[in-house]
């Protein structure tokens, strides 16, 4: 069996464009025997900027009522907070002394974040890709789901991991991305040159799952499009609004772009949209019912987090001794 690893940071609220683009996959994946799936909530990333720490408790309890409610099994995969599991902080600590300063001063999405006020940023926001690889070192991880955005933190994962089964031994499994080419980018409602965020402030560019169905009617018909007709004239390129209900419509209903257009084609966008926003409303009511559930039952919820806290240790124990003892550190 190969090991999938993934993980998503517990802040804000989740919306659509994470479950299209992340967690419906990894919803998937537990239905392939060939694959042993780990799935984490990375709180200790959520803590390179500041958060509130009530906020973030809160974030954290009810993402994983979030995952549970959206199909992640605790009998077909295992689920479990980053901080709960130690050796996720000591492996970091060690990696930081293989990875190289050049290595990290060439990620894009630290530049992109800080700007210019790189002096004033964390040195954890600086130093995160490197815990993000001892996230998916730690498993023997062979395959990681992600997006392009972040391939290039894999791609350090691997030069990290070569160059420490260089220098020490060769411990550390090479993992490789696991991106799904028929995976949708999601984007904003409001703006559609920018990806649906969570961090987002405007409320009517993201549909998230606590919203009501009048909500969710509402945003998917005032998102932004354009004031051509639907048709096969214009270039979707040229249509970023558009475009972007269309890799949603895709998604709920698994029928091709092509398909749509045909079958609104000539029209303006009130049938469209109508339609739409019923499609999305049946995907999204479901699973909000069950996430009310669990947040109803948050024992239950801390349970299975405590439960695979203890397999998430014992998963990785192994892999952290040997790690201690490749690089010379005594052993009481």
Known sequence: METVFSGIQPTNEVHLGNYIGAIANWVDFQSNPNYKNIYCIVDLHALTVFTDPKDLQNNTLNLAALLLACGIDPKKSLLFLQSSNPYHSELA????????MGWLNRMTQFKDKVGKNQEKSSVGLFAYPNLMAADILLYSTNKVPTGADQKQHVELCRDIAEKFNKDYASIFTIPEPLINENTARVMSLKDPTKKMSKSETVAAAKIL???????IHKKIMKATTDSYLINHDISLDERAGFNNLLNIYTFCTKTSKKELITKYEG???ANFKQDLAEQVIGLIKPIREKYFEFLGNKDYVVSILKDSKEKA????????QKVRESMGLYTL
């Open 267 to 269: 029209q303006g966008f």
């Open 313 to 320: 240790k014992e998963l990785s124990s192994l892999k952290i």
């Open 209 to 215: 799952f606590a919203d009501s169905n009048e909500v």
């Open 93 to 100: 600590w060690l990696l930081n002394c293989v990875a190289r």
